[in-house]
């Protein structure tokens, strides 16, 4: 069968449709899916009839390792509800706040709202490119750092999910966190209290070379919700506060080069979470159900 591949959107983005006929999901296998992602930086996957069963089943296949936000629900072995209100969401690397981002986000849209609801991409190269010269020399600087509280509840069960070695939650210690964090990454962990609650810190480049290439995105959590958790305390490194005419520019030139996603029943999207930021528009029709996956990748693609 031949599957189709079409500019989705003013930037790199593809829509990938089959042909002619019907077609499998595991059909889309054969089309290399990690490497068109590397090249485009989203995917939008229309057309192939896809139960919520076949959706974790093409995670599964891509993917080394899957993880989870630990205040959502499962809906079979890899896939998780979407739940965080009816208000806009902006834009935001998966767990990007944290030192578990995955590599790979999934989107499986089982049921589309009747109006808003569309998911907003924005691609960390472009908005790079816009910014100006005194701008990018400001996140080329120093890193920015998150800081936040954890509920027990909720590190715990991460850190076992990680693991995946037979221990519980209850099992989990602030060391554990340490050895599962990416690899490379910059954060500290302190228990706060009797209770196990945590508080964490976490530095990253707002501007970085993305998984698959050394070229510069602005890519980052900056904008993001905090829907199930305490909103974040984000500083450059060293403690200052981002500039408010920086924080007017990105804004800016991010609103800019957004783009939407308007959902179909039965639509995946893959996003590359190292380059292209997601978001939502407001809920004007809660009746609609959309899954999302993390996962890390199986291999490396070459730049």
Known sequence: MTIDFTRLGEGDGLLVTPATGQASLAEIDQVGLVELLAD??????????????????????????????????????????????????????????????????????VKAAGSGSQTT????????????????????????????????????????????????????????????????????????NEGGDLRYEYAMYAAHPTKWSSRVAWANSILGPSFNYEAPDIRFADGTRIPDDAVAEYTEVTEKLTEEIAWQDGDIVLIDNSRVMHGRRAITDPDRTILNSQSYAKEKVAA
Not at 155 to 160: G, M, P, S, T, V
Not at 162 to 167: E, K
Not at 170 to 186: F, I, K, W
Request: proline residues 6%.
């Open 121 to 192: 991409v924005c691609d960390g190269y472009r908005v790079w490119e816009a910014l100006s010269e005194s701008t990018r020399q400001l996140f080329t600087a120093q890193p920015i750092t998150f800081a936040r509280n954890v509920p027990a509840a909720l590190w715990r069960r991460l850190a076992a999910f990680l693991a995946n070695d037979g221990r519980t939650p209850e099992d989990m210690t602030v060391e554990s966190l340490y050895q599962l964090a990416n690899p490379g990454s910059q954060a500290s962990f302190v228990e706060i």
């Open 40 to 109: 485009a930086g989203h995917l939008l996957i229309r057309g192939f009839p896809a139960s919520v069963e076949d959706f974790n089943a093409l995670v599964q296949r891509h993917s080394s390792r899957t993880t989870l936000d630990p205040a959502r629900t499962f809906h079979g072995s890899a896939a998780q509800k979407v739940d965080s209100g009816h208000d806009p969401i902006g834009l935001h690397l998966e767990n990007g706040a944290t030192p578990f981002a995955p590599d790979l986000l999934w989107f499986h849209c």
